[in-house]
């Protein structure tokens, strides 16, 4: 018994960590494309530039909070150029907008490596590791998990309880019926564009010192954030926690009992399944649950 | 297109062969008609033929090469641009038969070997796009989530590779190694024992012509064929095909599966000429090109695809020598520029203004 309840306990803390990881890496792509219809390609480099902006800041010297804050600002504002000169251009052409933000992303990772280089010295994680009998984990990555959820809520609200809100849903669901009642959709667009890109920007700031910052480093998020959005289905808070549960809970249990190359072809293998069954994901099984009764 | 579809084609008034044998090349679903276009055509393939003696064997290799990508550009704008199914993964195809070539060829010594390769590689790929294929269209996935899964097996396959380095990773006397990739590669070959032929060289070019011109033309007839039209049909309204009593999931599938067998023949061939393949065949900027390629010539028409296909591979080519590291920018933004400006693709804007060209030509004609 007395070696079960380590064991138990490690498995627990690496689906939290899994569950976070999950959800920052989707987040903003699940609200880009729950609410715009837009599928953003590059949103691993948004990622990426989120990191970079923080590790240059922080390496200018600055303290790593403002760092962070710098990077989500870069990439806010980056979100913005782009949404005002290409990303406007592509809405209702969900295929093509794929194929755009494919192209943007290539321009970046290669762009990354000729401004900056191969790769940028790392911050190097702070707050030590918690220790409980003979395994220890990070503090940082908790704390990374507990972001994750605080994130959830905070969007919870600003979806539910405020005029941006209201608006947001309200263009998601008849942009024309809503524009006629006196909503701007295209800066609702714009804003929507921005929140996301900030939200990876702030998941590259969050995950800057935890990893090597190189310029492929979006790929590393890219898969997780898509296949969380697959599983989870277009409800951008619904679908993404649901998805980030059922799936951190899957690669914690395979990544712990065969290694992490394991844990990530279970994640693939769920999703296969889980769409095979569930073709509007997560989403739409609670909405036949609630339609049902 | 639907409505020209009864007006321009007239199957009724095939007499002679040729003329039955133009009637099944030509429809709405290619561009290209006509004597015109059918001299161009057999002059370009004369061209392509006489190549090889006027060029060095390494230009003759080179560009044997770039016509191999055709093979993976055809089968992209087959599944992509003609029934609509938005396969970011085609590549995954290439590199699962590339691979299954080298393990099987490595294995089998001899021509036998490479004929077996070939065969099994296919019909592995063929069998990996079934299988992938049957849980998107049954499992009613739809366009962008298609085009997700495919990109994630695609990554999962560069992951899994990666990690084969060890000695362990072996099927037989064939090491996957990893990053460091599979070599020794046997050459196709036809034929028993010591009378087998290798393809290589020069044999290895005109095998690459032949086997294009042929999927080229076998293509044409599939396209404007009464499949072809359902194609078309699932990719301009899936719905509505469906309603016309169409089985549109059997015939994405279909679709899908055959894409996955001529991606798949690709990558044997790609294979046998660099004797090699290694796991960036999975990665994330390989599995871009073809998209790029198909996107920039015109995924809509099959010529399009081909002639995309070949230039952008040959600008990409140029630019690795002297662009350097600027190639993959400048294909970005290609790739940006076309979807923005030109969303149907080149060739198709160069088809529409070519009568206008001809026109004014000494002695020229249109149509």
Redesign the interface.
């Known amino acids: 018994m007395a070696s079960v309840l380590p064991q138990l306990l490690n498995l627990l803390l690496q689906f939290i960590d899994s569950f976070g990881f999950l959800v920052l890496s989707a987040i903003g792509l699940a609200i880009i494309f729950g609410m715009m219809g837009v599928i953003n390609l590059a949103h691993g480099e948004f990622i990426t530039v989120g990191a970079y902006g923080t590790a240059l800041s922080f390496h200018a010297g600055l303290p790593l909070p403002v760092a962070m804050l710098v990077g989500v600002a870069l990439t806010t504002v980056f979100g913005l150029i782009l949404e005002f000169t290409v990303i406007r251009r592509l809405y209702g052409r969900l295929l093509d907008s794929m194929v755009a933000t494919w192209g943007i992303s290539l321009i970046m990772i290669q762009g990354l490596r000729i401004v900056f280089g191969s790769s940028l010295p790392s911050i190097g994680t702070p707050l030590g590791s918690v220790q409980y009998g003979s395994f220890s984990y990070s503090t940082y990555r908790l704390l990374l998990a507990g972001a994750s959820l605080v994130l959830l809520g905070v969007l919870y609200w600003v979806f539910t309880s405020t005029e941006f809100g209201t608006r947001a849903r309200a263009t998601i669901q008849d942009e024309e019926m809503s524009r006629a009642l006196g909503t701007d959709t295209n800066r609702m667009y714009l804003l929507t564009f921005g929140i996301g890109s900030a939200l990876a920007g702030l998941t590259g700031a969050l995950y800057a010192p935890t990893m090597t910052i190189v310029p492929g480093m979006g790929s590393t998020f890219l898969v997780e954030a898509f296949v969380t959005v697959v599983v989870g289905g277009a409800s951008v808070l619904v679908g993404t926690s649901g998805a980030g549960l059922l799936l951190g809970f899957i690669n914690a249990v395979f990544s712990n009992l065969f290694g992490t190359f394991a844990g990530r072809m279970a994640l693939l293998v769920t999703t296969i399944l889980v769409i095979r069954a569930l073709p509007r994901g997560i989403t739409g099984l609670l909405e036949d649950v609630r339609g049902g009764t | 297109m639907a409505g020209e579809t009864t007006t321009n084609v007239d199957r009724t008034a095939s007499d002679g062969v040729l003329e039955r044998l133009q009637n099944a090349l030509e429809g709405p679903n290619t561009l290209g008609q006509g004597r015109t276009f059918w001299i161009g055509f057999t002059a370009l393939v004369g061209l392509l033929l006489v190549y090889p003696m006027l060029r060095s064997s390494y230009y003759v290799s080179n560009t044997a090469y770039l016509l191999v990508s055709a093979f993976l550009g055809l089968s992209l704008c087959i599944v992509w641009g003609y029934t609509g199914i938005?396969s970011f993964g085609q590549v995954a195809f290439y590199g699962v038969a590339g691979y299954t070539f080298g393990i099987v060829s490595i294995n089998v010594t001899g021509p036998v070997g490479t004929l077996a390769g070939l065969v099994v590689a296919i019909a592995v790929a063929g069998a990996f796009a079934f299988f992938v294929g049957y849980?998107?269209f049954?499992?009613?996935?739809?366009?962008?989530?298609v085009?997700?899964?495919t990109?994630?097996?695609t990554?999962?396959l560069n992951?899994?590779m990666g990690?084969t380095a060890g000695e362990e990773w072996a099927v037989g006397a064939a090491r996957l190694g990893g990053f460091n990739g599979m070599t020794e590669i046997p050459s196709l070959a036809i034929g028993v024992g010591d009378t087998a032929v290798r393809i290589t060289d020069a044999a290895f070019y005109y095998f690459v012509v032949g086997s294009l011109l042929l999927t080229y033309l076998g293509l044409r007839v599939l396209v404007n064929s009464d499949v072809g039209y359902v194609m078309v049909g699932i990719r301009e309204n899936q719905d509505r095909t469906e309603l016309f009593g169409y089985n549109t999931q059997k015939m994405k599938l279909g679709v899908f599966t055959f894409g996955g067998v001529l991606a798949g023949f690709g990558g044997v061939v790609y294979a046998s000429w660099g004797n090699y393949i290694d796991p960036s065949v999975f990665g994330?900027?390989f599995a871009?090109l073809p998209?790029?390629w198909v996107?920039t010539g015109g995924r809509k028409w099959l010529s399009g695809a081909i002639i995309g296909t070949f230039s952008v591979a040959f600008i990409s080519q140029k630019l690795s020598v002297f662009g350097g590291?600027?190639s993959?920018?400048i294909?970005?933004?290609?790739?940006?520029f076309v979807?923005?400006i030109l969303?149907e693709g080149f060739v198709p804007q160069l088809y529409r203004r070519l009568p206008w060209l001809v026109d004014r030509l000494p002695g020229g004609e249109s149509e």
């Open positions: 938005f849980f998107m049954y499992g009613g996935v739809s366009d962008v989530y085009a997700i899964i990109l994630a097996v990554l999962v992951t899994f990690q994330l900027t871009a998209i790029i996107a590291q600027y993959l920018v294909l970005g933004a290609l790739l940006l979807i923005l969303p």
